[in-house]
């Protein structure tokens, strides 16, 4: 069986799902049709950060209890092949065993917890499409199967496009999504080891809106998403000069509004390392235009456009303000029309940039410890 067709394959299973959720399932059943293995992890990812948000589908690796304990080594360790790499390499997908020569203990990921729980080799990938990483996925094979190989690889890496062009489109608005107004900004603290100390009821009112997925147990007598420790290590490791992204997220809750979280590192005396702060409050109507135009495939200048007409300016005055000519930007108009499916400049900002109504304030909710 050639690749393309073995990709078309998958693709068409895909392009059924209903969710985010569900894509991952019939993406992960499809491909396992083709190319066996054991366990795996699928995640979206924020397409600006790299960082996983929600949804996570964790296949056949127990509780996800070490879930928190992949994204510490993947974000804090030196590892072979961080997604981060490989969201900017020429081929977005590598095997473990294949880029370390068959010696995966090069990597600290396999040293301190994939080899002690009997995994053997990972291909992972990054899904992505015009430079933006929406999902991230690894695949595992335990002691006994064959590493994976080449045209594993190639084929992993040739879905990466086409799976990542079909995720962002559940990132498109729909009727009842928007930004919520419906209470303050929530805090967390983690001290300097990344163990959470402190909450304010604004965060547990947040928290009870996430969506299910991978948690880890924690002091406060809750657990925590594996989304908020990603971000919050993810600070720790611009702080420890790891990285220079930003350790920041977005979330849709299950009432299908939008959150943002975003952590930092404080210092202490003498510089010492301090306690980071997760900071979870609602999306800002212009952070969720962001990525809805990367949901629709616009690219900057259309994206600029689009900021342009929503600001009320003419064809003439975009013009002049982005010097090219009123024949370019009717152009550029029509590309975002068809893309995001609408006819006019009302629509346009509509879908773009106005403020939905805003849920009532809700209830304060108590959290009680998951067992």
Known sequence: MTRPYRHAEIVSAAERATDALDFFSRASAGLRRLMPFDA??????DPETGLVTAPMLVENLGSGDGCAAYWESELLEENVLPFRDLARAAVPAAGLRA???????????????????????ELRAVLRIGGRPWGSVSLFRMRGAPAFGPDEIALLADLSGPLADRLRRF???????????????????????????????????????????????SALG??????????????????????????????????????????SCLTG??????PTVLVIEPAAPADLAV????????TPREFEIAQLVARGLPTSEIAAALFISPHTVRGHLKAVFGKAGISSRGELVARLFAERLQPPTPEPVAISAKP
């Open 40 to 45: 795996a992890v699928w995640s979206a990812t």
């Open 99 to 121: 880029a370390t020569g068959d010696l995966p203990a090069r990597s600290a990921r396999f040293r301190h917890l994939l080899g002690d729980k009997g995994v053997d080799d």
């Open 171 to 217: 990132a498109s608005p729909r009727e009842s999504d928007g930004a919520s107004g419906a209470s303050a900004p929530g805090l967390l603290l983690f001290d300097e080891y990344g163990e959470a100390t402190s909450i304010n009821e604004e965060a547990r009112r947040h928290l009870a809106l996430l969506p299910d997925g991978p948690s880890t147990p």
């Open 222 to 263: 809750l657990r925590l998403p594996i989304w908020l420790i990603g971000t919050a290590l993810q600070a720790r490791a611009i702080a420890q000069g790891r990285d220079r992204g930003s350790a920041r997220i977005r979330i849709r809750t299950l009432d299908r509004w939008w959150l943002t979280c975003r952590a």
């Open 269 to 274: 005396p003498g510089g010492r390392p301090g």
């Open 291 to 298: 990525i809805v135009a990367q949901a629709y495939g616009l």
